[in-house]
């Protein structure tokens, strides 16, 4: 478990941008019984999903998120020192989609690019990898952008994970100033990596074979281009995992239930955070959702669900636990001091910001 604390840097300032395409599960009528999809629906919590044009990607969310804070809060874009996008959707295997963005917003040639990828504990990892840099002599502020367009990579011929999954991308700037202390537990398991995985890349070559659509486990529908998931090992590591992650931040930062404000998880599906709640027994009411409506966005879940739903509600000083977790196997769990955050609510994208 790697621990880590940072004193001096927080977060100013989050945005988010989701697609204007709505589709419902309630619309799956085709892929799963009808009688069976209400029943679906309850178990995993979503109603509806937010899906990307096809011509729209990930860094296009997250540069309208980016602009959208930049504007809103009136940051000088030469101001910029680092720009991190966390991504397992980016626009190209070459060049990284960063330096992309940093063009498109119009930060200066000075700002430092980097892309990120990790699953849905990669929002956790990003924010700790952005304090760090944020902490460093040199740097005062960086943009992190955590974006995913996971509706390309999923075939909408598999029951267990077309059901899942939304496309959204959010801003989120950190920088120095008069912040409490934030404490990151960061942890991976790498034995679990056939939990979540897409086969084709380099180990195994994409050919012309990688894109055939073939009948895979209980009749699911996928090429091998495709996400893949095994949602009985994902949850058994996730009840394992994820309780136990929360306990111990807690106890390493020496706080109790009482004193955290809010606790945002990943938001994989309903059944299965209602659970860690009861395990935990952390007041639901301070355990806010948007899965009901976006879906599960991989590593961008716990900040869209942080601008969704508590756009309104940090002001002043709150106490934040975040909580990823994932493909990797990863997770990671953060207790994050917040002051007088700025929050944007959600925008939808709009084609007349499409590139350049």
Sequence with gaps: MAKITFH?????AMAACVPSKVVYNRDLGYLIPKEEIEKTIESIGIVERRVADEDVTAS??????????????????SSIDVLLFMSQTGDYRIPATSCILQHRLGLAKTTACIDLTLGCSGYVFALSTAMAYASMEGVNRVLLLDGETF???VNRRDKVDWPLYGDAATATLI????????????????????????RAGMRHRITADSLVEREQEEGNI???LEVYMDGMD?????????????????????????DIDF????????????????????????VPYCIQKYGNTSSTSIPLTIVSELYNKLDGHKKVVMCGFGAGLSWGTALVDFKDCQITPVIEYERKVTKQ
């Design 60 to 77: 296009d969310l997250a540069y309208q998120a980016a602009r959208q804070l930049l504007d809103d809060n009136g940051i000088d874009t």
């Design 222 to 224: 996928r090429n091998e």
């Design 234 to 258: 994902v949850f058994n590591f996730a009840i394992s995992k994820v309780p136990r992650s929360v306990k111990e931040i807690l106890k390493e930062t020496e706080q109790t239930i009482d």
């Design 8 to 12: 001096g840097v927080g977060i100013k």
């Design 151 to 153: 509706s390309k990579i």
């Design 263 to 286: 606790l945002v998880f990943h938001q994989s599906n309903k059944f299965m955070t209602d659970f860690f709640i009861k395990k935990l027994k952390f007041p639901p009411e301070r």
């Design 175 to 198: 920088e120095k100033g008069d912040y409490g202390a934030t404490t990151f537990l960061l942890n991976t398991d790498g034995s679990g990596e056939d939990a979540v995985k897409i």
